[in-house]
């Protein structure tokens, strides 16, 4: 889901791809809207950073 601040939710399929996510997020110095149980809420640039790292997720609508 996108929002009209700029943010997007993203969720994971496994506990390992969010673990790389939150990684590469908190080393890239990211900032969070929120973080679920599988969910985060990133700016859209953070989702282009994750794809570039190659870590699967998918936009929740």
Do not use: R
């Amino acid at each position: 889901m996108t929002s009209s601040n700029g943010t997007c939710t993203i969720s994971f399929k496994t506990e390992s791809e969010k673990a790389k996510a939150f990684y590469e997020l908190i080393h890239s110095k990211s900032q969070f809207s929120g973080i679920g149980k599988n969910t985060l809420v990133v700016q859209k640039k953070d989702c282009k950073l994750l794809k570039n790292k190659n870590i699967k997720y998918e936009l929740v609508e």
